[in-house]
């Protein structure tokens, strides 16, 4: 089963909406971090949480984390066009492999 | 961005083909990984390399073989190529150290026939 789960599984809304996507994971973890894919693309690393910290911020995404929940958010504000992707969620459970992905969640900006 | 490069980007060939995709890092990475991706869905990891001459399976059963003679280099290949094979398939690499990011390439869309 899947370490990640991520909710939505796709999101579509307007330009200059927020945008909120959720992750839960089941063990404990080190850190999560949120990645964006573009189509047909790799994955670009966009923010890191780590287990003792509860929110996060880097320019227009905002990154919580609730330990007892086993879950976390990306908030994505302001939205662009550009911020069309699908966004992953990773947790690192200091396992040998490391990096465990979630599914994703497809987001899409309407202009 | 990310120094990291895979190359072919879109590879077509018939069953039974033997293929190599290549994968380069120059950040001197210590732990390089393969991820195996079907559209929209979730990543999996098939091998990966904490140094030169370690490699390990991930947790998808996979038919590739990879090896890790540089640090810079590790490349997959498939012996023989089945349809089932088809998909898309991510190179990323990083430090053990640190474990906190991870460059990806842009990725090899492979379609067999």
């Known amino acids: 089963s899947q370490q990640g789960e991520e909710d939505p599984q796709a999101l579509s809304i307007q330009e200059g909406e927020n945008a909120t996507m959720n992750c839960s994971y089941k063990?404990?973890?080190?850190?999560l971090q949120w990645y964006r894919q573009n189509s047909g693309r790799g994955l670009v690393h966009l923010i890191l949480?780590?287990?003792?910290?509860r929110e996060k911020h880097s320019g227009r995404l905002r990154v919580t984390l609730d330990t007892s929940k086993k879950s976390s958010s990306l908030l994505i504000t302001a939205s662009r066009a550009a911020d069309t992707a699908s966004y992953f969620c990773a947790t690192d459970t200091g396992g040998a492999q490391k990096l465990v992905f979630g599914q994703g969640t497809r987001l899409t900006i309407n202009p | 961005e990310a120094d990291i490069y895979q190359t072919p980007r879109y590879l077509v060939i018939g069953t039974g083909k033997k293929i190599t995709l290549e994968c380069s890092q120059t950040?001197?990475?210590?732990?390089m990984y393969w991820y195996q991706q079907d559209p929209g869905m979730e990543l999996h990891l098939i091998h990966y390399s904490y140094g030169v001459n370690s490699t390990e399976k991930g947790d998808l059963s996979s038919e590739s073989t990879v090896s890790r003679i540089r640090t810079e280099h590790f490349p997959l290949t498939l012996e023989s190529a089945r349809p089932s094979h088809t998909s898309q398939y991510l190179c990323?690499?990083?430090?053990?150290?640190?474990?906190?990011?991870?460059?990806f390439g842009s990725g090899t869309q492979l379609s067999v026939l």
């Open positions: 063990t404990s973890i080190n850190n």
């Open positions: 990323a690499s990083g430090w053990s150290a640190t474990n906190e990011k991870l460059f």
């Open positions: 949480i780590r287990s003792n910290e």
């Open positions: 950040m001197g990475h210590d732990k």
